[in-house]
């Protein structure tokens, strides 16, 4: 099983090398042919976009991989639902489109939503296809994959944006994305549906997927609450800044995270009914989760300004502050998301909604609260609602599997403490320095990285240790 998990967690971090790090380059390629207003309007249309993804998707893939048998039946009828889902989702989409315009003073926005809805049928065709190339330890072809689509919708759209298409280059990017990378899973991939099809089949897999649908709708409407409040009380260029602010962050803590998951998620799965094997292995995963998500995050945070100063133009000098602070929601987002995780492998997804509404209705109140002190303190909350997210879920992760808050808070104190230290570090040293910027990122972030694996060692965090096992014993051999 470790070696399993090690070549999928690889896999899945060359896609976060290749892919990823091919977003980013792009990301900053558009930010220098657009302005933040082109980004705050797509960030005002995401909503839909993220809903209609939710209702396409449903939590079926997720039932898939988690099944210890699955049936070519339930596969084609997970697909041919999966497309009816889709198809509503849509009509859905278009109609809300002129209320979404209405509700934000922008006109344009009911053309945007539209056209950016259609991707929801492209990602409909890849659920099924995913879940099996998951189930087999496949993260290859899934690489592949993306990384394809991410290339390919990144250069037409950065032609289009200098070409002075605007917001319709991102449009474009998302729906050429999703189009190519699931051409490319179609081609690579041998599963195809049949006419086998059940409803009674849909229905079970649906039985379980349906609670993790309707959290993801609860949570695409609460992360997309703060861009409904931006947009609607502040202007198109501060939710531009915002969302631009948002999307690096995300870029780092949600792929890193998710390319853990997806490699450990079907193997863990068959570990469900044992605990005490489950528990260890999910220490094991925090601790390497920590290890890496932690300096990452918070030294992003510490070398913001230099880092903008280098790669971006001074109008987007802005979203400094917004970006740093989300970088703090990043460290907490690797712990959040494994505890969902373990509730899923549990086969808990009403658990999964039980606290998705608990955690949600506490983040909205902080958002409400926030409001009347402006734009950074709606920022501030994120903080303090990713914290407090973490008691309702590692309550469940406690009685599950004995694994609760103290225990995780050990695991990831060490860590969290040291890349704290590590930031603190490169930060006072790029204070300092009057140098080039690229030359200040340099020297402060190579002596944060240093100061970092020192301290590590030092303490003997444990995902240090496991990382140094491994390359000794990959040296050995």
Not at 292 to 315: C, D, H, S, T
Request: aromatic fraction near 10%.
């Amino acid at each position: 099983m470790n070696r399993k998990i090690g070549i999928g967690v690889a896999w899945n971090m060359v896609n976060l090398v290749m892919g990823r790090g091919a977003l980013a380059l792009f990301t900053l390629l558009l930010a220098a042919f657009l302005t933040p207003e082109a980004f705050g309007l797509i960030a005002m249309v995401m909503v839909c976009y993220e809903l209609g993804n939710a209702i396409s998707d449903s939590g079926l893939g997720q039932a898939i991989v988690r099944s210890k048998t699955v049936s070519q039946t339930e596969l084609s009828s997970v697909f041919i639902g999966n497309l009816v889902l889709s198809g509503l989702a849509y009509v859905l989409l278009f109609l809300a489109a002129p209320f979404v315009a209405d509700f934000y003073g922008q006109p344009d926005l009911t053309a945007l939503a539209r056209v950016v809805g259609l991707v929801v049928f492209f990602n409909g065709c890849k659920t099924v296809q995913i879940a099996v190339l998951s189930r087999a330890m496949n993260f290859k072809v899934q690489m592949v994959a993306n990384t394809t689509g991410v290339l390919v919708s990144g250069v037409v759209a950065v032609t289009m944006a200098a070409q002075g298409a605007g917001v319709w280059s991102l449009v474009c990017q998302i729906l050429l994305s999703a189009a190519v990378s699931a051409a490319v899973l179609w081609y690579l991939s041998s599963w195809r549906p049949t006419t086998d099809i059940s409803l009674r089949a849909f229905g079970t897999m649906f039985g379980f997927g349906y609670k993790l649908l309707l959290d993801g709708m609860l949570s695409v409407l609460y992360q997309n609450s703060y861009v409904l409040v931006i947009g609607k009380l502040f202007t198109a260029q501060a939710t531009g800044l915002y969302f631009f602010a948002r999307k690096i962050t995300e870029l780092i803590a949600q792929q890193l995270t998710s390319a853990v998951q997806q490699a450990t998620y079907p193997a863990i799965a068959s570990l469900q009914d044992d605990n005490e094997a489950l528990r260890h292995k999910y220490r094991q995963i925090i601790q390497m989760m920590m290890f890496m998500m932690a300096p990452v995050m918070l030294l992003l945070g510490a070398l913001a300004e230099p880092l903008f100063a280098l790669a971006f133009q001074p109008k987007w000098q802005g979203a400094i502050g917004y970006l740093q602070i989300l970088c703090v929601v990043g460290v907490f987002f690797a712990l959040n998301a494994i505890n969902l995780n373990i509730l899923n492998v549990k086969g808990r997804s009403d658990l999964v909604l039980k606290t998705g509404l608990l955690k949600k209705t506490v983040n909205i109140g902080l958002l409400v609260l926030a409001i009347p002190h402006g734009l950074q303190a709606i920022v501030l909350s994120q903080v303090a609602g990713s914290a407090l997210a973490l008691v309702p879920n590692t309550y469940y992760s406690a009685r599950l599997i004995q694994y609760g808050l103290a225990d995780q808070m050990v695991d990831a104190f060490k860590p969290v403490l040291v890349a704290l230290l590590a930031a603190l570090v490169a930060w006072g040293i790029q204070q300092q320095l009057q140098l080039h910027p690229l030359l200040e990122l340099i020297v402060a972030g190579g002596a944060g990285v240093a100061c970092y694996l020192l301290a590590s060692l030092a303490v003997k965090a444990e995902g240090f240790m496991m990382l140094l096992y491994k390359v000794r014993q990959r040296l050995a051999r």
